[in-house]
């Protein structure tokens, strides 16, 4: 997953690229745009879709940053084969609490 780390700080609205190590992909990998970038916000269950049918096999992708609450509880989770959990950070979004 993209290194992230608590420091990190996004903004709403902004572009950013996520990144993964798929130099060592697993055999059984879903092959074309099967692949979801997930941004979960603290222990919501449900996640805005940052992005989807990514091909998992290219380790990066672009997205952008929604409208999403301020915090640091934020992460991101690669989705297809298997679930890739990245570590909290922070995100300046529109609105706070």
Known sequence: MTYLMAETAW???QAYTVTWDASDAPMNIMSGNSGFILL???DYEMSPILAQNIHLRDGQYQVTVPDVVTGSDHSLVLLR???NWGPEFM???PVTF
């Open 40 to 42: 979960r916000s603290g």
């Open 91 to 93: 995100i300046n979004g």
């Open 11 to 13: 903004q709403f609205g």
């Open 81 to 83: 084969d298997s679930g």
